[in-house]
């Protein structure tokens, strides 16, 4: 953990860092994907769908352990090409199909980030309001994706907007190795996401009114009644007029 903290960034991510990100995912959500080549997978165990008509979710995932070192990840993290977009997005769709309630011919991708060997996606529809995530292990310049975990979560209705200025908590998923991915709404003039938690600085990807964001630690634990309990988290704001909202809450 230790080599994991000296990673921090020590000054908040700038405009210009953000703006790089969101044009790498509209490149990469308007490009055709090019056929991709990927090496068998490796079956997971996953939970299914949640359905509620909060805006936030809990899924604690019951993924068997692969011992994959997290060791490369960056707290900032990197657009993916069409074609790496392409190549994880199809493994990433194969283990989504045990989501029963999750229609995949529906689903858009609507954020994809690459941080060190692995990359995250979100999937996503609206009315009902339905997602799913994928993180996946591919060394960069590989045809190569393993260690593939998927999770999904659905609404009643439609997802909630984030206020102009604002965001929301959205779904957020624990696995086994003390690894945490989260995601939600970002509102209008809402240019970054930054995520500081147990002395970790993650800057969110956020593009289209959504936001993504993992990290090698626990969102989540066990008290001693067996509940979970949030991991302290603080989140700074950064706006499109390149003001800076430090702990921001987020929007009810």
Same mark, same amino acid.
């Given at each position: 953990?230790?080599?994991?903290?000296?990673?921090?960034?020590?000054?908040?991510?700038?405009?210009?860092?953000?703006?790089?990100?969101? +044009?790498?995912?509209?490149?990469?959500?308007?490009?055709?994907?090019?056929?991709?080549?990927?090496?068998?997978?490796?079956?997971?165990?996953?939970?299914?769908?949640?359905?509620? +008509?909060?805006?936030?979710?809990?899924?604690?995932?019951? &993924?068997?352990?692969?011992?994959?070192?997290?060791? $490369?990840?960056?707290?900032?993290?990197?657009?993916?090409? %069409?074609?790496?977009?392409?190549?994880?997005?199809?493994?990433?769709?194969?283990?989504?199909?045990?989501?029963?309630?999750?229609?995949?011919?529906? +689903?858009?991708?609507?954020?994809?980030?690459?941080?060190?060997?692995?990359?995250?996606?979100?999937?996503?529809?609206?009315?009902?309001?339905?997602?799913?995530?994928?993180?996946?292990?591919?060394?960069?310049?590989?045809?190569?994706?393993?260690?593939?975990?998927?999770?999904? %979560? !659905?609404? %009643? +209705?439609?997802?909630?907007?984030?206020?102009?200025?604002?965001?929301?908590? !959205?779904?957020?998923?624990?696995?086994?190795?003390?690894?945490?991915? $989260?995601?939600?709404?970002?509102?209008?003039?809402?240019?970054?996401?930054?995520?500081? $938690?147990?002395?970790?600085?993650?800057?969110?990807?956020?593009?289209? !009114?959504?936001?993504?964001? &993992?990290?090698?630690?626990?969102?989540?634990?066990?008290?001693?009644?067996?509940?979970?309990?949030?991991?302290?988290?603080?989140?700074?704001?950064?706006?499109?007029?390149?003001?800076?909202?430090?702990?921001?809450?987020?929007?009810?």
């Amino acid at each position: 953990m230790k080599s994991l903290r000296a990673l921090d960034v020590a000054t908040p991510p700038t405009a210009e860092q953000y703006e790089r990100a969101a +044009a790498g995912l509209d490149r990469i959500v308007a490009t055709p994907p090019d056929p991709p080549r990927r090496t068998p997978l490796r079956t997971w165990m996953l939970v299914p769908a949640l359905t509620a +008509a909060v805006a936030v979710l809990l899924l604690v995932v019951p &993924w068997g352990s692969s011992g994959r070192a997290y060791a $490369t990840w960056t707290p900032v993290p990197v657009p993916l090409s %069409s074609g790496e977009a392409a190549l994880v997005g199809a493994a990433c769709k194969d283990q989504m199909r045990i989501y029963k309630s999750f229609d995949l011919d529906r +689903a858009e991708l609507v954020l994809a980030e690459r941080r060190g060997e692995f990359v995250a996606m979100v999937y996503r529809y609206d009315n009902p309001g339905s997602e799913a995530f994928c993180l996946a292990h591919n060394l960069p310049g590989t045809d190569d994706v393993d260690d593939v975990k998927t999770g999904a %979560s !659905g609404s %009643s +209705a439609p997802f909630a907007k984030a206020p102009a200025g604002r965001f929301l908590e !959205g779904a957020l998923a624990v696995l086994p190795e003390g690894v945490s991915i $989260t995601e939600g709404a970002a509102g209008e003039g809402v240019a970054g996401l930054t995520v500081h $938690t147990e002395g970790l600085t993650v800057q969110a990807t956020v593009h289209d !009114g959504r936001w993504v964001a &993992w990290w090698p630690a626990k969102a989540l634990v066990k008290d001693g009644d067996g509940k979970w309990r949030d991991v302290p988290r603080t989140y700074d704001v950064l706006l499109d007029d390149g003001r800076t909202v430090k702990n921001a809450q987020p929007a009810s």
